[in-house]
């Protein structure tokens, strides 16, 4: 709720990194909460930002992969770019994505 909350009413930094990380988590909040087309929409505009980092185009598969989209190009890139070792979450879509396609 209070995660909620601040992403939300949060004003976006200046900072491209920091401005990109904010709507990255925001579209995962809105993932988590069922919210897909709101998490599509920031998961984008965190793309647009900055992208360079795994981490929108990871959860755009998911979030497409569930819908049952194709969601081979954001799989691949989200699978392609390196993953900092402090990021658990990242590894785990990782592994789920790459669970998804060996599965096909």
């Not at 200046?14 to 920031?42: C, H, I, M, P, Y």
């Amino acid at each position: 709720q209070q995660a909620d909350e601040l992403l939300n009413n949060q004003a976006l930094p200046e900072d491209e990194l920091t401005r990109a990380t904010v709507l990255k988590n925001l579209g995962w909040l809105q993932f988590e909460q069922g919210n897909l087309d709101l998490a599509l929409s920031s998961l984008n505009q965190s793309i647009d930002t900055d992208p360079t980092r795994p981490d929108a185009y990871c959860l755009l598969a998911l979030i497409k992969q569930q819908q049952g989209v194709d969601n081979r190009d954001d799989r691949i890139t989200c699978l392609s770019l390196p993953t900092p070792s402090d990021r658990p979450e990242l590894q785990r879509w990782k592994q789920q994505l790459v669970a998804e396609t060996n599965s096909q």
